[in-house]
């Protein structure tokens, strides 16, 4: 059985990487390497309003797609239904691994699950208990609670530690917060004009952007607008920021993934809520985690807790390549 993961763009949002690289880890080891294709979403995941892209997923040589991320959404609707209906027609499967809702109603969960539903669905996979109980009983299907697959990365890859000292500081440049310990606890403090600091806790400060270079933007095109402040990181290939993440001694940041990559490679992760994106549902998946003191000081893991996890995600993906078999 040949499978497709159609997983997010990485220039645009760096942590897509982040659970891409789990997710592949985990589906060949289920299926077998040679049987697992990388698939870049449709550009219609990114640009609004695209008609005349060259529509090579839905005539893809494969037998199951996978979809991935906080597609659970009426703009997934939009965007794969025409996908979906030719894959259909073809008598192709569809499944979903580690996603999750957006709005988190069950407005959205009913429109979404007659959707899914119009399809030959072989599983859906959650990597939060919320989305689980949005959908458990809505699709025609079998339905798991899952962690997210970014807790596969410390199998997936590699990479080299930092001989450095140094905190992570992972915002947007509007949204940094000046970060402080006082008697005890952490403390985050948004200005309407950032302070940025070169130390926190008496510790360098190292700045990560997950923001992304626009060629028709001359300023950000030559990076006055990425590297904008000191000793800064950015590129649009994961493997420094997963370096950078493992070896500093805390990371705090607005980005879910960040933090998650952050947790599973062992470190200390702070989530501070601040852009709009850092407030909605997508960080329920730290609860699924069970890290919720993630939220007001810097976290570690339990590596056993989510072995067993893992473990169980695994069994349940055994289970559905037997039902192929």
């Known amino acids: 059985m040949k499978i497709g993961y159609i997983g997010g763009f990485w220039a645009t949002n760096i942590g897509n990487a982040f659970y891409n690289l789990g997710a592949l880890h985990l589906l060949k080891k289920v299926f077998g390497e040679e049987n697992v294709y990388f698939i870049p979403d449709p550009p219609q995941e990114y640009f609004s309003k695209i008609k005349n892209d060259y529509k090579w997923i839905q005539h893809l040589d494969l037998d199951l797609f996978i979809i991935t991320g906080p597609s659970l959404n009426l703009w997934h609707i939009d965007v794969f239904r025409p996908i979906f209906d030719v894959l259909k027609s073809r008598g192709k499967?569809?499944?979903y691994l580690s996603v999750g809702a957006t709005q988190y109603t069950q407005e959205e969960a009913e429109t979404v699950s007659d959707f899914i539903n119009q399809y030959d669905v072989a599983f859906m996979m959650t990597r939060d208990e919320v989305t689980y109980n949005l959908y458990k009983e809505k699709l025609h299907t079998k339905v798991f609670n899952g962690i997210c697959t970014s807790m596969f990365l410390n199998d997936a890859v590699r990479?080299?530690?930092?001989d450095d000292e140094y905190i992570v500081s992972n915002f947007s440049f509007f949204k940094e917060p000046f970060i402080e310990k006082k008697d005890g606890q952490w403390q985050a403090t948004h200005t309407f004009i950032p302070k940025f600091q070169k130390e926190i806790d008496g510790v360098k400060v190292v700045r990560t952007n997950n923001s992304f270079l626009i060629p028709m933007i001359p300023k950000l095109h030559d990076g006055r607008l990425v590297f904008n402040r000191?000793?800064?990181y950015y590129?649009?290939?994961p493997y420094g920021y997963l370096s950078i993440l493992q070896s500093a001694q805390k990371v705090f940041s607005d980005?879910?993934?960040t933090c998650a990559a952050t947790l599973i490679l062992g470190g200390e992760a702070m989530y501070i809520k601040g852009?709009?994106?850092s407030c909605d549902?997508?960080?329920n998946l730290f609860s699924r985690l069970h890290v919720e003191s993630i939220f007001s000081k810097p976290t570690k893991l339990d590596m056993n807790f989510i072995a067993s996890e893992k473990k169980a995600m695994e069994q349940f993906l055994y289970a559905i390549k037997q039902d192929f078999q």
């Open 93 to 95: 499967k569809i499944a």
């Open 159 to 162: 990479v080299p530690d930092v």
């Open 230 to 232: 000191e000793n800064v």
């Open 235 to 237: 590129s649009d290939l």
């Open 255 to 257: 980005r879910v993934h």
């Open 275 to 277: 852009s709009k994106r």
């Open 281 to 283: 549902g997508r960080n």
